[in-house]
């Protein structure tokens, strides 16, 4: 499978780095292209850079990596056509750091960054995941307890199937919590995460939902 990450800080590069360990191909997508370049460089042969609208048309599946705050302009520079019916994993959360640490959501109320994309991508099969966790887990977390979940949304059953099936190989448990509106309470799980690991100076955890 070819799969385009949209975005060079930590959140890509390690689900660029999951990806690759899987097997498939990786195009790191960047406005500098010697960020995406060095990774390519470093990670090998499947590996490879290009400007987000390259990465964007080259990708099967899409991961939206960028700062939250800047993620519908990416999607701009990328080119809104080359989303069309491609599942888009949405990890971002629409952070405010105006007021230091720790942030605020950005984006409030009856709306969230993941609706925001969805809306710019209306051709495009949406799915909020990996907002929940920290970059060092995000692929084969070890953790005493077991696999933790990861919470996902979407609107369209079949991207949250195949969302499913990665996280699987990926190393996780997948629960999803309903349409894309649900990114609402996802992203303000993400600010949970951080008051959490915040507390302690700690940020070697993630959620699981016990059932009965």
């Known amino acids: 499978m070819k799969v385009g990450v949209l975005g060079t800080g930590d959140v890509g590069k390690a689900l660029g ?19 995406a370049g060095a990774w390519a460089k470093a990670a090998g042969g499947r590996a490879s850079a290009g400007s987000f609208a390259e990465t964007a048309a080259f990708g099967e599946v899409l991961v939206l990596a960028t700062l939250g705050v800047a993620a519908t302009q990416t999607l701009d520079l ?13 990890t971002t959360n629409p952070l405010d750091f105006s007021a230091g640490f720790p942030p605020r ?12 994309i969805q809306r710019a991508l209306p051709g495009a099969r949406v799915v909020k995941a990996w907002n929940t966790v920290g970059h060092a887990h995000m692929f084969r977390p070890q953790f005493p307890d077991g696999p933790p979940d990861m919470f996902i949304c979407g609107n369209d059953a079949a991207a949250k199937q195949q969302m499913k099936g990665i996280l699987d190989q990926f190393g996780w448990g997948t629960v999803d919590v309903g349409n894309i509106e649900a990114a609402r ?14 507390s302690g100076n700690t940020w070697n955890h993630a959620f699981k939902l016990l059932r009965k």
């Open 17 to 35: 780095n999951g990806f690759l360990a899987l097997g498939h191909e990786v195009k790191l997508g960047s406005r500098d292209a010697g960020k």
């Open 78 to 90: 990328a080119g809104p056509q080359h989303f069309k019916d491609k599942l888009v994993i949405d």
């Open 185 to 198: 309470y996802l992203e303000a799980m993400c600010l949970v995460w951080v008051l959490y690991g915040a």
């Open 105 to 116: 959501l950005a984006i409030t109320g009856y709306d969230s960054g993941g609706e925001q």
